[in-house]
C-alpha cells in the first residue's frame, strides 16, 4: 500500500480528515468533509439511484411496446453490456487502483485507457457479429450491424469514465451522471425516439450514455486534467507495464469467474425450472447484485483514498469497514422483513416464489462481508491473483451447490447453495483477515507507508 509522503502522516484519530492536511503543491486552505465517505457515499448512491431508474425504465418499457420488442432491446442491451465488460472493466479496475499515482503522466494512462478499451470493443464486437452469435437480436442488415458494434464501443467508454472519476477522486461527478443518463433513458423510452429503424428502447438506452460521453470527456479534458490542474501533476510512481499487464489479467480472469455464474445460473434455471421460475430468478439476483455492487463501492473508495490519502491505512479502514458493515446489516435487515411486500409490486407470483431466495441471499450478507474486505486488502496489496483464487472458489462452490441443490429444492437450491459458498470462503479468509489487520495495526502511524510501485515484487503475479 502506498500513501504519498512518508514518515508525514497525522495521528491515527478517526476524526481526523484528509482533506484538513495540505497535501505538496496544493494551497493551504481547508477543505470540509471526509473525501472517503463522501466518494463512498457517492457511488453507493450511484448504484441504488441507477437501480431504481433501470426499473421504471423497464417497467415502463414493457407497458409502452409489444412484448416482441421489449425483448430484443433487453437482449441486446445486455449482449452490448456483456462485451464492452469483457473488453473493458480490466481497464476500469487499473484506473481505480493506479491512476491516483500517475501524476503528471495522468493525461496519457487516460488516453491510452480510452484507446486500448475503444480498440478492444471494436475487435471483440465485430468478431462477434461475423459469427453470427447476435443473428437471433440484431437485425442482418449492414447498418444494424455496425450500430451494434459502436454500442459495444461505446459502452466500454462509458463504463471506463466512470473508473477515471472514482480514480481521480471524482465520485460525486459519477453520480450526477449516471442521474442523469438514468432520468434521460426514462424521458426518451417515453417519446419514443426512432433513428435508423434502430428499436426505440435501444435508442432510449444509447443516446444519453452517447452524450454522457462527450460531457464527462470534455470535463475531463477542460477541467480536471487541465494544464496546471493537481490531477496531472506531481511525481509518477505509476507501476511499470509487465506489472500493470500482471494486474489486467488476474482482473481479467477474475470477472470471467465472477461472470461465469451470473451467466450459468439463469440457464441453468430456465432448463431445469422453465422460463417463468427463471422471472422469478431474476428479480432476487439483481437485488444481491445491487447490494453487492454497494460494497463493492466501499472497497473502490478506499483503494482510492489509499493512494491519496496522508491518512494511516487503518484509519481510512476503520472508516471503511464502519460504513460497509452499516450498509450490510441495513440491507440484511431490510431484505428479511420487507421482501415480500417490495416482491409483491411486481405481482402476487413473485412474492410467493422469490420471497424465500430473496431471504437466502439476504442471510449470505453477513459472511459476504468480511470476505469482501479481505478482498480489498488483497487488491490494496495487488494481490489480484489472491483475489482471483478466492473469487474461483466462491464461484465453483455456487455453481456446482446449485446443480445438486436446485432439482429437489427448487429456487431455494441457488439460495442454500450461495449462502454455503459464502460461508465456506468467509471460514477461509477470516484467519487471513484477521492476522493482516493486526499486520496493519501493529505498522503504526508512523511506519512507512509508501512504496515504490516501480519495485514492487508482485510476489503472486
Given amino acids: 500500500m502506498a500513501e504519498p509522503v512518508a514518515g508525514d502522516h497525522p495521528a491515527p484519530d478517526s476524526s481526523v ?33 441507477t437501480a431504481v431508474l433501470g426499473l421504471l425504465f423497464w417497467t415502463l418499457a414493457a407497458r409502452h411496446y409489444p412484448d416482441a ?43 491510452r485507457a480510452y484507446a486500448i478499451g475503444a480498440i478492444t470493443g471494436l475487435v471483440v464486437a465485430t468478431l462477434f457479429v461475423l459469427a ?34 472514482t480514480g481521480l477522486g471524482r465520485a460525486p461527478a459519477v453520480l450526477v451522471e449516471n442521474i442523469l443518463f438514468s432520468a434521460a433513458k426514462v424521458v426518451l423510452v417515453l417519446l419514443g425516439v426512432s433513428l435508423l429503424a434502430v428499436n426505440s428502447i435501444i435508442l432510449a438506452w444509447v443516446i444519453p450514455a452517447f452524450l454522457a460521453v462527450i460531457g464527462v470527456t470534455a470535463y475531463l479534458v ?35 469467474l465472477s461472470s461465469a455464474v451470473s451467466f450459468v445460473l439463469p440457464l441453468l434455471v430456465a432448463h431445469q425450472l422453465g422460463l417463468e ?88 450478507l453477513p459472511f459476504s462481508a468480511p470476505v469482501a474486505l479481505y478482498g480489498t486488502l488483497l487488491w490494496l496489496d495487488r494481490k489480484l491473483w489472491h483475489l482471483t483464487l ?32 459464502e460461508i465456506v470462503v468467509a471460514l477461509v479468509c477470516a484467519p487471513l483477515l484477521v492476522r493482516r489487520l493486526r499486520q496493519l495495526s501493529a505498522e503504526g502511524p508512523d511506519s512507512s507507508m509508501s512504496i515504490n510501485p516501480r519495485s514492487l515484487t508482485w510476489g503472486d503475479s
Fill in 17 to 49: 480528515s484528509e482533506t484538513s492536511v495540505p497535501r505538496p503543491g496544493e494551497p493551504d486552505v481547508p477543505v470540509r468533509g471526509d473525501r472517503l465517505v463522501r466518494n463512498a457515499a457517492s457511488l453507493v448512491a450511484t448504484t441504488g439511484s
Fill in 69 to 111: 420488442e421489449v425483448g430484443r432491446a433487453t437482449t441486446t442491451i445486455a449482449a452490448a453490456t456483456v462485451l464492452g465488460g469483457l473488453s473493458g472493466d480490466y481497464l476500469s479496475a487499473i484506473m481505480i487502483r493506479f491512476l491516483a499515482t500517475a501524476g503528471q503522466r495522468t493525461r496519457v494512462v487516460v488516453a
Fill in 132 to 165: 453470427g452469435l447476435g443473428s437471433v437480436y440484431i437485425p442482418d442488415t449492414t447498418t444494424q450491424k455496425l450500430f451494434f458494434i459502436g454500442m459495444v464501443v461505446l459502452f466500454v467508454v462509458f463504463a471506463l469514465q466512470d473508473a477515471v472519476l
Fill in 222 to 256: 477542460l477541467v480536471v486534467l487541465r494544464g496546471g490542474s493537481e490531477a496531472g501533476s506531481g511525481e509518477s510512481t505509476f507501476p511499470q507495464r509487465s506489472a500493470v499487464v500482471s494486474y489486467a489479467s488476474a482482473e481479467y480472469v477474475r470477472r470471467l
Fill in 277 to 364: 421460475q427463471a422471472a422469478y430468478f431474476s428479480v432476487p439476483w439483481l437485488i444481491l447484485g445491487v447490494v453487492s455492487i454497494m460494497l463493492s463501492n466501499v472497497s473502490s473508495a478506499l483503494v482510492v483514498e489509499s493512494e491519496r490519502s496522508e491518512q494511516h491505512t487503518t484509519v481510512l479502514l476503520r472508516k471503511a469497514i464502519l460504513l460497509g458493515v452499516g450498509a450490510i446489516l441495513l440491507a440484511t435487515v431490510l431484505l428479511l422483513l420487507f421482501a415480500p411486500f417490495a416482491l409483491g409490486i411486481l405481482g402476487d407470483s413473485y412474492a410467493e416464489h422469490s420471497t424465500g431466495l430473496v431471504r437466502l441471499f439476504a442471510l449470505s
Fill in 390 to 421: 478466492v473469487q474461483g472458489g466462491a464461484s465453483f462452490l455456487t455453481i456446482v451447490g446449485s446443480v445438486l441443490l436446485l432439482g429437489p429444492m427448487g429456487l431455494n437450491g441457488i439460495g442454500v447453495a450461495y449462502l454455503v459458498a
